[in-house]
């Protein structure tokens, strides 16, 4: 299984580890049983699509991924009901045409604001039901229109197709607006985990060449640096970093598997790039109102705090909530509080930019 190292090795445990003091207290919470049930249950899953001690393939890794169900809480938008699906193709740069799902409200309004969704999975997996839930509750807002975009992925297509792919579409969206009944100038970048990471590079392509009507950016559990690449980050020493460590052994996420996908993104190429991690950008100034929901008990937690407090030093408007003791991917625990007010602050986020 040599495309699945046997331990971390970017960012090693240490038992010796102080909790940080501005963040570290972000990993704990109260005892909850209907949470940790949701976990464990979450965990065993991923274990047995990972094949951890046993010899598979990535093609398999990625087939059992695809075959785990996603849920969709009950009483939430049905298709047929109160959401159109439907699915489109759109060109990129080299004349690859990618599958978009889009998700219309049936009561859709003209000149709707376009959720422009790339979906998570370490750039190597996922799909567009990665986040359906997320997809199906915004689309059914009557002044909304979602468009997720199945980019390609690693290893089969490395570092930078994913952030050209949904540059690209977002491009053919702006100029295919009127078919898609949004207003061109009412765009809303949305990604979770992977999907986060692309926003936000995405967000700053946009910024640099000078293309217009970006309104807010929704960045949940956020990838903004290779851990490598940490010594890197502007004003490195104004941020606490040491959720790597914290959270080496977190479930569904940890140091493992994460720099597992690092490695199929990025192979071998570790040269520092805003385009796969936009902690290391020097300028954000001019990019667009962000609302980042973060897990407490993840190692990402802190690159995704200090990609928050980066932006805020740079005047962009910027919430940030910690979601406390949580892991990677718990907006997945559908029946919990906790998922709940994950999607609580994104309904409110979304409206806030779409009708501000």
Avoid at 136 to 161: C, D, I, K, Q, W
Avoid at 181 to 210: F, H, Q, T
Avoid at 335 to 348: G, I, K
């Amino acid at each position: 299984m040599s495309w699945c190292k046997a331990k971390a090795e970017y960012v090693l445990p240490d038992p010796n580890l102080a909790p940080g003091p501005k963040h570290g207290h972000w990993s704990y919470r109260a005892p909850d049983p209907a949470l940790e049930a949701a976990e464990l249950a979450a965990e065993n899953a991923l274990n047995q699509a990972w094949g951890f001690g046993r010899d598979i393939s990535v093609d398999d890794f990625k087939k059992n991924i695809e075959s785990l169900p996603f849920a969709v809480p009950e009483g939430w938008p049905e298709p047929g009901r109160d959401v159109d699906i439907s699915y489109m193709k759109a060109p990129v740069r080299d004349g690859t045409a990618l599958e978009l799902k889009v998700y219309r409200s049936k009561s859709s309004r003209e000149n709707a604001t376009l959720i422009f969704r790339m979906h998570g999975g370490g750039w190597v997996v996922g799909c567009h039901e990665t986040e359906e839930p997320e997809n199906r509750l915004l689309g059914s807002l009557p002044n909304v229109v979602v468009v997720s975009v199945h980019y390609r992925m690693a290893p089969e297509f490395p570092f930078p197709t994913a952030p050209e792919d949904c540059f690209d579409v977002l491009q053919w969206c702006k100029l295919n607006a009127e078919g898609l009944g949004i207003d061109p100038e009412k765009l809303i970048l949305a990604g979770c985990s992977a999907g986060a990471n692309l926003a936000a590079v995405v967000s700053i392509m946009a910024r640099d060449a000078g293309l217009s009507g970006i309104i807010g950016q929704h960045l949940a559990i956020p990838v903004t640096c290779h851990p490598k690449l940490f010594s890197h980050v502007p004003d490195r020493d104004s941020f606490e970093l040491l959720s790597w460590v914290q959270n080496h052994d977190a479930a569904l996420v940890d140091a493992r598997r994460m720099e597992v996908f690092w490695d199929l993104y990025l192979g071998l190429d570790l040269a520092p790039d805003p385009r796969h991690s936009p902690l290391l950008c020097k300028q954000l100034k001019g990019l667009p109102p962000t609302l980042l929901q973060i897990a407490g008990r993840d190692p990402l937690r802190d690159e995704g705090i200090a990609y928050g407090e980066a932006l805020q030093a740079a005047g962009v408007s910027t919430e940030i909530i910690v979601h406390s003791g949580l892991p990677h991917g718990f907006s997945g625990f559908i029946h919990t509080r906790e998922a709940n007010n994950y999607y609580e602050r994104l309904v409110e986020f979304v409206k806030k930019c779409a009708l501000g």
